[in-house]
């Protein structure tokens, strides 16, 4: 089992950046996937970035987002900059034991409860 807890959301104006942190507990946190996604009001949840050896992300993220991860920490990172109204979501951290792009398309094992986002313009 592994525990997920997101921090770092907020309200911010449009070209603001938020740092979003997601600190795992419970098993080996090198030997996962981590991913972030983000459900909009009315929208499905979608994969925003993900990063195991490698880093993907969505095309409409690309150059503004970067995921990290902190091994020793047990944390993955979100830097979210030039953010836009459509950003706005609410953001959840996830884990899975398979590769990133698996996880892009069917989704992590486990998830934290999510955190808001708000990018006001």
């Known amino acids: 089992q592994v525990q997920l807890v997101e921090s770092g959301g907020g309200l911010v104006q449009a070209g603001g950046s938020l740092r979003l942190s997601c600190a795992a507990s419970?098993?080996?946190?090198?030997?996962?996937?981590m991913g972030w996604f983000r459900q909009a009001p009315g929208k499905e949840r979608e994969f925003v970035a993900g990063m195991r050896w490698s880093s993907y992300y969505a095309d409409s993220v690309k150059g503004r987002f970067t995921i990290s991860r902190d091994n020793g920490k047990n944390t993955v990172y979100l830097q979210m900059n030039s953010l836009k109204p459509e950003d706005t979501a609410v953001y959840y951290c996830?884990?899975?034991?398979?590769?990133?792009?698996?996880?892009?398309?069917?989704?992590?094992?486990?998830w934290g409860q999510g955190t808001q986002v708000t990018v006001s313009s």
């Open positions: 419970g098993r080996t946190f090198s030997n996962y996937a």
């Open positions: 996830s884990a899975a034991q398979t590769t990133t792009a698996t996880m892009q398309k069917r989704g992590g094992e486990y």
